[in-house]
């Protein structure tokens, strides 16, 4: 923004008061969003010589303008990267008061001499690789690798640092362990030798001696022809944070004894990149297990800190068997005076700060049985979860079944690990463990009945389409590998069912065959499709006497929303109203009093403002009518006027996306009159020809399809859909980036498989580009004249709140569906990394962006529910009709300070 000079400045050098009002608020200063700079030069004053008779000369020409200052700082300090996204939360809270930075910590070598003595050496760099110096101590840790006990499948990290944990304060603690229960704790040390060389190199001689180190008085094994580990730990609140982690043998012999079953990448996936554990400078899953060993317990509640069987419980919540309690009910109902949720059981950890922690409530994103979501990798051993059963491991989440008793265990008592593999081999039989893990087979409902291969022509350039072209999308539908008769795909009037029991063959008629078309990506709509079509249909085919005197067409499109053309410049030029008036009088017919459709068609195409926001054709020889849906709420409505009673009997309804759902049946109906006219049925596939594209912005749309013979019943009698989606690119080749991706980091493991939303309805898989599917019905059409929401929720606002849910004020409302999966978690559900992590679902080299420069209603909303900040959405939103805060006229202001 450029202040201009005022008239006051030929007054000479004055101090001046630069106001900017802003959004009604007069601030000095620079608007939120906006810079402001320090102004043009003084105009200089002057005056000719004196006269003789002292009248003043003539003033001086003004000066030159001077250069523009600096931009001002933001005024408000309230854009979106102001509160959310990684650089906010690496510039904020500890990080900025105590000068905390990740760095990278390298261990370069480790030594463990036969008298005991441990070295370990490393260097120190931050982010640009510049060695960090002036360090001045750090923690450590060093464990050795025990071969696999007697009885027990595997070998085990064995610490030579320990602490004992004594519980005090039982008094006002929640814990059920009296004051005085220790427990022994691999922990690590920090009272060594440090030195800094000064170089960004260091090294660290433990304190602790190998050879001589015991806990509670028996001596630790030092065998130095075993793995060792070494752990080296630094900053943590302040400064440079790091850890490193360094396998050696000490007698100087290559590491051949592994234990790398789980690698800290995998853990990113779903931590994002502030993963952590207490203390702030524990970093990896590799020093992690230097002190969560076999034998560790919390003291406070006697559960176990062993990281296998700790991390299992963790990730599996409410999914550990034990947690369900005698009624097998983890969540209370609320429509039962019972709380089904009072016998549940607990696995609960107070050993930190002496606080309570407990995950009963965790739902494993990706499935708990699919193991390869965390056991992925390159690790030497990353197929232990497979190939090494034990009581240990597989007990942290089967934690009824008693090995010494053999109750719940088919196998009957099983004093050691020994047959443990006999029964349960990595695969080959039911009972393997890949198999009894592989859930995607273990329900016939959940398993699709055909595979579909999808496809969209290719354009006449060979990359996009253009205005005059019309998409063909192609379905296959396959069964066995096959493809079917496709001039069979018949309407099934009666839903077939199929139980987890009884799961008959589909009859061949089919329960639901849709596609979808939608897009572009930065804002999810129907396209080109029939229910995409906002129109109305005369009231037959005519003619039509439209003689009346004055007779004029009115209507009005996108519930009103004008738009702004704009110029060459980009400023706005020229407003293109929603409001439409057509005069009979501007037409040319040969009588009105007997007007063909062909003649109104022509004559509505004719006018240029009706053909800015609206197209006539004709439907079947009739007059059809439709928005060409540029506004952000599709809609049409014709108002009272003589065209609209003589032509559409007086049809003053609103019109919007048709159906529930944006879906168009791609079966054929018992009368054929009832078929989608753009479908087309050979024996090879279906064919489904789209409108032109003219009307839509260049970027990425989506076609995609849903299909079921067998069908839906209810929520435990149904046939899951198979599902298919492709993209295409009108009016560019260069594809447009989604807003969000990246949902499979948290929901699949590294073969694609993983969770699948709502099995029943829609087969919903999370993978890269889920928004691609779910943006089909979850767009940003309400789909309802009131302006309330119909069909799918707008997708920003619920996959916001369903993350968020646990800290919602008001989770099924905001959510929008209140109708949980789980009845009683009312969408109780933690995002597993701080949630405003905003890059870990809006990846910044693979999304838009527009996460950080569209602020808006419903995406905001979908966190930030209280009853303030709905008031504050309402008061920056203008609304000329208030009662329906979504029929399409709204002009938001979030941007201006967001």
Known sequence: MTARKSQFESLGAMTMLVVVTCVGVVLIGGCPGFDLGTGGGDGSTGGGTQGPQGEQGPPGEPGADGADGADGADGLGVAVTNFHGTDMLRSTGEFETAGKYFATAAITSATADADGTATVNFTVADGDGNPVTGLTGGNFNIVSLAPAADGEAYNKWVAYVYRTQTV??????????????????????????????????????????????????????????????????????????????????????????????????????????????????????????????????????????????????????????????????????????????????????????????????????????????????????????????????????????????????????QATDAACAACHPAAGVDAAVSVAHDWTTKDV???????????????????????????????????????????????????????????????????????????????????????????????????????????????????????????????????????????????????????????????????????????AYLEDGAVAIRSRNLGSYFALQLDDSAVTTAVFAGDTDVKLVGGYYPSNAIYMHADPADDDPKAAWSTGSITYTLDPVDDLEAGTYVASVEITDIGRVDGTDYKTPSVAKTTFQVGTATEELPIARACNDCHQGPDGEGFILDFPRHYKIFDDTAVDQ?????????????????????????VHAVHFGSSLNFPNTTVGYNADPMTGRSWDITFPQDIRFCESCHPAETTSGSWATNANRLACGGCHDSEATTAHLDLQTWDPTPDDPWSGDEEESCTVCH
């Open 168 to 413: 005090e304060g039982s008094a006002d603690g929640d814990w059920p362990n009296p004051d005085g229960t220790a427990a022994d704790q691999a922990y690590r040390e920090s009272g060594g030798t440090f030195t800094d060389n000064g170089d960004g190199s260091y090294s660290y001689v433990f304190e602790t001696n190998l050879a001589t180190a015991t806990v509670g008085g028996a001596a630790i094994t030092y065998d130095r022809t075993r793995t060792h580990r070494v752990s080296a730990m630094i900053g943590g609140h302040a400064g440079a944070t790091a850890d490193a982690n360094f396998d050696f043998v000490p007698d100087g012999s290559d590491v051949t004894e592994t234990r790398n079953i789980v690698e800290t990448a995998t853990c990113l996936n779903c931590h994002g990149v502030d993963f952590h554990g207490h203390g702030g400078d524990r970093l990896t899953v590799e020093n992690c297990v230097t002190c969560h060993l076999p034998g560790m317990t919390d003291p406070q509640g006697g559960g176990t800190i062993d990281m296998a069987p700790m991390i299992h419980k963790i990730h599996a919540g409410h999914e550990v068997q034990s947690i369900a309690g005698a009624d097998g009910i983890v969540w209370d109902d609320p429509a039962t005076a019972e709380d089904e949720s009072a016998d549940n059981g607990e696995y609960a950890i107070w050993g930190y700060r002496d606080t309570k922690h407990s995950w009963w409530k965790v739902g494993f994103p990706a499935v708990i049985r699919n193991c390869t979501a965390c056991h992925q990798g390159s690790g030497e051993d990353v197929a232990n979860w497979m190939n090494v059963p034990s009581r240990m491991a597989c007990g942290s989440c089967h934690d009824e079944v008693d090995f010494a008793t053999g109750t719940n265990h088919a196998g009957g008592p």
């Open 445 to 615: 409902r959940n398993i699709p009945e055909f595979t579909v291969d999808l496809s969209v022509s290719t354009p006449a350039n060979g990359s996009y389409f253009v205005a005059g072209e019309s998409p063909v999308v192609t379905i296959v539908i396959n069964d066995g590998g096959s493809p079917i008769d496709h001039t069979t795909v018949m309407h099934d009037d009666e839903k077939d069912g199929c139980t987890a029991d009884n799961c008959p063959k589909g009859d061949g008629l089919f329960d639901h065959a849709y596609v979808f078309v939608h897009g572009p990506r930065a804002k999810f709509g129907p396209v080109l499709t029939t229910a995409a079509r906002v129109e109305v249909v005369s009231d037959g085919a005519g003619p039509f006497d439209i003689s009346a005197a004055d007779a004029t067409l009115e209507l009005t499109v996108d519930g009103g929303m004008d738009l702004l053309e704009k110029n060459v410049s980009g400023r706005a030029a020229e407003t293109i109203s929603a409001s439409i008036s057509v005069a009979v009088a501007d037409g040319t017919f040969a009588d009105t009093e007997a007007a063909t459709a062909t003649e109104i068609v022509d004559w509505l195409n004719a006018d240029s403002a009706f053909a800015a926001r609206a197209i």
């Open 774 to 798: 779910c943006g089909a019905c979850h767009d940003y059409q309400n789909g309802h004249a009131d302006g309330a929401w119909y069909g799918g929720g707008p997708i920003s606002r619920r």
